[in-house]
């Protein structure tokens, strides 16, 4: 079993959304499945077919959560220091094509949100950052192109 990291607050929403799709939705699409069995023929039945898919994406994704809560490692970042990039950082960087600053906490895959400053550890630019310090520079190669950052600041909060 392949363990993964993950922070605090990436394992608190995996364990969220897990009690939401048992809890919330399946009781809900169950329910759904029942009251269109009660309109009758199945088999021309659109609603009933509806709730059919939805339960079984629902349970799916229930046991995707259950195998990612069993497998996290749990990392909790405001243990951490130094002045090297790793897990859970949270590094402040100068674009050089535009000299536009940007702020990223490293996460795991599951918790990873660009838009919102969390970029996963396994991304090119997540893979190129590990090990790295204050005033060094990487070069990736991105889906868009090459890259070119310059490290200013490395934080773990």
Do not use: C, W
Not at 28 to 47: F, K, T
Not at 80 to 96: M, N, Q, R
Not at 117 to 137: C, E, F, L, N, W
């Amino acid at each position: 079993m392949e363990r993964f990291p993950v922070t605090v607050a990436g394992h608190a929403a995996l364990e969220k959304e897990f009690a939401h799709r048992q809890q919330v939705e399946r009781p809900r699409i169950v329910q759904a499945i029942s009251e269109a069995r009660a309109h009758g023929d199945l088999s021309e039945n659109a609603e009933y077919h509806s709730a059919k898919e939805a339960q079984s994406h629902n349970e799916g994704r229930i046991v995707e959560l259950e195998d990612l809560l069993q497998r996290a490692e749990v990392i909790d970042v405001t243990k951490l220091s130094g002045a090297t990039i790793k897990f859970g950082a949270t590094v402040t960087v100068l674009d050089e094509d535009t000299e536009v600053k940007k702020t990223f906490q490293i996460v795991g895959e599951t918790e990873a949100d660009v838009k919102n400053g969390r970029m996963s550890v396994s991304s090119p630019t997540g893979r190129a950052m590990i090990g790295k310090k204050a005033g060094d520079t990487i070069e990736v190669t991105t889906p868009g192109g090459g890259k070119s950052y310059e490290i200013l600041k490395v934080e773990f909060k």
